[in-house]
């Protein structure tokens, strides 16, 4: 499955709401607050639309995008590949 949203900025954005930087440990966080945070988490992932592509696909997405995408990347990677610009 894609996501046309890169997991780091939803995982950002929930510690930010916390007030932890990504680069704290996460040690310094009460196990109350970092299960919060983990359930937000998932349910913040699973509301973004997600793509059944073929791993092969995927991981081309990912060599050409990286994991810093728009979901403009996925719009142009799906003109490429419908344009046969693709290969397995």
Known sequence: M???????PIR??????????K???????????RQEMKEMIVLSHLE??????????HVKFHQIFG???TEESFDVFR????DEELRD
């Open 2 to 8: 894609h996501h046309v949203i890169p997991y780091n």
């Open 12 to 21: 950002d954005s929930i510690l930010e709401k916390f007030n932890v930087s």
């Open 23 to 33: 680069n704290d440990r996460i040690g310094i966080v009460s196990d109350e607050i």
């Open 48 to 57: 973004v639309r997600g793509i059944p592509l073929r791993k092969w696909l």
């Open 67 to 69: 994991n810093n995408f």
């Open 79 to 82: 003109k490429m590949y419908q």
